[in-house]
C-alpha cells in the first residue's frame, strides 16, 4: 500500500469523489461562515453523492483531498472581496491570483491559495477547484455571525450543494 496520498486509490479512502469544505473561525464571527454552512448541509441531510466537511483553520488538511481519485472540490470561506457583506461569488484559485493584482481578493491572506500552489509544486494531482466566496461584515474576536450573513445562510447552502452537483 501506499504511503503518498496522491497515489492512494478510492478503494483506500472514501468512495467519494466529490468534496463540499468549509474552513473557518468559529470565534472571528464572520469568519466562521464556511464551517457553518457545512454545519447546515450536514444539519439538513443534503450531504448525498458528496461528502461535507468542516476542516476550520486546517488548511493543510486540504491535501489530503487533492487525489487522481477526486472529481471536484467546493470550498466555501469568508472572502473580503469589496462587496457589500453577504454577497457571494465563485471563483477558482487561478482567478484569485489574478484578480488579486488588480482588485484586492482575499481568502485568509491567501492561506488557502498557498497551500493549492504547495500541492502544484509537489506535484499533487489538483481536482476542479472553486471557492465560494462570501463577504464579511465583520471579522473580529467574537462568537456568531452578523445579521447579514445569517439572513442569507440558505442561499449559501442552496449555492454550495448546486455547485457540488448534488
Do not use: W
Amino acid at each position: 500500500m501506499s504511503t503518498d496520498p496522491r497515489q492512494e486509490s478510492s478503494s483506500q479512502h472514501d468512495q467519494c469523489c466529490r468534496y463540499l469544505i468549509g474552513i473557518g473561525n468559529y470565534s472571528m464571527l464572520d469568519d466562521s461562515i464556511g464551517i457553518r454552512v457545512i454545519e447546515a448541509v450536514v444539519e439538513r441531510e443534503l450531504d448525498q453523492g458528496f461528502r461535507a466537511l468542516d476542516l476550520s483553520g486546517n488548511l493543510l488538511n486540504l491535501l489530503t483531498y487533492f487525489r487522481a481519485d477526486v472529481d471536484q472540490i467546493v470550498v466555501v470561506d469568508s472572502t473580503q472581496m469589496g462587496s457589500a457583506p453577504g454577497t457571494y461569488r465563485f471563483f477558482t484559485p487561478d482567478l484569485v491570483r489574478s484578480e488579486k493584482e488588480l482588485g484586492n481578493f482575499s481568502t485568509h491572506e491567501g492561506d488557502m491559495l498557498k497551500v493549492v500552489e504547495l500541492a502544484r509544486q509537489m506535484n499533487y494531482p489538483i481536482p476542479k477547484l472553486s471557492i465560494l466566496g462570501i463577504e464579511p461584515k465583520e471579522i473580529c474576536d467574537q462568537f456568531g455571525l452578523s445579521l447579514e450573513l445569517k439572513q442569507k445562510m440558505d442561499e449559501y447552502v442552496l449555492a454550495a450543494v448546486e455547485a457540488i452537483g448534488a
